[in-house]
């Protein structure tokens, strides 16, 4: 909210005068949660005059995610002695009830920005944990099978924050768990440029091409039966691993392709090779079945 002059009002509860009777509650319990800024100053002190107008406004800037408590030390000594001050302006930062950082004497304004901002950032960004956990949920959504709840959780996380490529995987992984490949790749033609080459999307990106390969997938055991007769076919042992990863046999497919590539690395312009990258694209990087197919795909790359 602004007034009138433009300046932003202070939540409530955000800035405070504070006394030695107040300090506990105000400063040593209150910094539990979230930060909180002490400024120790006096009627009579011109350098405070200027120093807590601009912790005020920096304090406002940081949107609740750090606390002011001003105390006048003429009126109030006992805490200013048990913390040595012996000049003002003197400010101190508490967390979790104790203090963590302070200066003394007038600051320009950038350098006050700055040490607010530091302060503040001692609790983290309440906002991106908060989000953070709504994607956690999302995707504990997805591996219960909850597809339809989990697009929608992400679709409203993306609302929030639209360049948030974990959100826009989730959205599209979502859509590929309903069997939704078109609407699954239109979400992700649609993600914004800053995010395009995150490896979350690219992850989702393979997993589409996949997808799309499953819905045309041979039946695996004629597919098998023909690998078996003719070794050297290498159409059938490609669209035998195609098959096997459409069923859900990643690792077998993972095989089959390695085979391929040992047999004739050149065929159909590395395809093998292409596909194993596909499937590792798609899966996480330290999934044991991704570990052990780069190793061995290394192993026939350097032999």
């Not at 939540?11 to 949660?33: C, R, W, Y």
């Not at 807590?52 to 609740?64: C, L």
């Not at 697009?151 to 992984?173: D, H, K, W």
């Not at 490896?199 to 023909?226: C, D, K």
């Amino acid at each position: 909210m602004l007034e009138l002059d433009g300046t932003p009002n202070a939540p409530a509860d955000l800035i405070k005068d504070g006394t030695d009777g107040t300090f506990g509650p105000d400063v040593i319990e209150a910094s539990q949660t979230v930060p909180v800024i002490v400024d120790f100053w006096a009627p009579w002190c011109g350098p405070c005059k200027t120093l807590t107008p601009a912790i005020e406004a920096a304090v406002t800037k940081a949107g609740g995610r750090v606390k002011l408590v001003k105390i006048d030390v003429d009126a109030n000594q006992i805490y200013a002695g048990q913390l040595q001050v012996q000049s003002i302006p003197t400010v101190y930062a508490f967390y979790q009830g104790k203090p963590v950082d302070g200066f003394q004497g007038a600051l320009p304004p950038s350098e006050i920005d700055a040490f607010v901002e530091k302060i503040a950032a001692l609790a983290g960004d309440p906002e991106a944990e908060g989000l953070a956990a709504a994607i956690e949920a999302a995707d504990q959504m997805l591996e219960e099978g909850a597809a339809a709840d989990a697009a929608e959780t992400f679709a409203a996380i993306l609302q929030e924050e639209p360049n948030n490529a974990a959100a826009y995987a989730g959205l599209v992984r979502s859509y590929l768990a309903l069997d939704d490949v078109d609407q699954a790749e239109a979400i992700l033609n649609g993600a914004p440029a800053e995010i395009s080459t995150d490896p979350l999307l690219e992850a989702v990106h393979a997993q589409i091409t996949l997808a799309r390969e499953a819905a045309n997938a041979g039946p695996v055991t004629e597919l098998q039966s023909t690998v078996d007769a003719e070794p050297d076919n290498h159409q059938a042992r490609f669209d035998l691993a195609i098959a096997l990863h459409a069923n859900g046999k990643v690792e077998e497919a993972v095989t089959e392709l390695l085979e391929l590539f040992r047999r004739d690395r050149e065929w159909n312009d590395g395809a093998a090779k292409a596909q194993l990258f596909t499937i590792f694209d798609a899966r996480e990087a330290k999934d044991p079945i991704v570990l052990n197919g780069r190793r061995k795909l290394s192993s026939l790359i350097f032999a």
